[in-house]
């Protein structure tokens, strides 16, 4: 069954697994990056199918998101410590505002 977009998004299909991302300033990686160091140190996951489509993937994510920092890893866990809380009651985070801190060098 395909993912429902929400209003004005649509989705892009990243290596290597083909996960879907929204096509607006904010790109969720999923498993396309597991974390900000397999990304910015070029440093794929250890388990991957092709590296070339990874790289590729990472490259057109940085280029569709416009800005480093609004590319967000599936499984890095310091995206909770970067981005603000949505709210106190539930797990959930406000990936839309700006990061605390930057990884562009």
């Given at each position: 069954?395909?993912?429902?977009?929400?209003?004005?998004?649509?989705?892009?299909?990243m290596?290597?697994?083909?996960?879907?991302?929204?096509?607006?300033?904010l790109?969720?990686?999923?498993?396309?990056?597991?974390?900000?160091?397999?990304m910015?140190?070029?440093?794929?996951?250890?388990?991957?199918?092709?590296?070339?489509?990874?790289?590729?993937?990472?490259?057109?994510?940085?280029?569709?998101?416009?800005?480093p920092?609004?590319?967000?890893p599936?499984?890095?866990?310091?995206?909770?410590?970067?981005?603000?809380r949505?709210?106190?009651?539930?797990?959930?985070?406000?990936?839309?505002?700006?990061?605390s801190r930057?990884f562009?060098?």
């Amino acid at each position: 069954m395909p993912a429902q977009d929400a209003p004005s998004t649509t989705q892009k299909r990243m290596p290597p697994k083909g996960r879907p991302v929204e096509d607006s300033d904010l790109r969720l990686a999923s498993d396309a990056s597991h974390y900000y160091g397999n990304m910015h140190r070029r440093s794929p996951f250890p388990i991957i199918y092709n590296v070339g489509d990874m790289f590729d993937g990472w490259d057109t994510a940085h280029r569709l998101a416009g800005h480093p920092d609004r590319v967000i890893p599936g499984h890095d866990p310091v995206v909770t410590e970067i981005y603000p809380r949505a709210s106190d009651k539930v797990d959930a985070w406000s990936l839309h505002l700006a990061p605390s801190r930057s990884f562009v060098k």
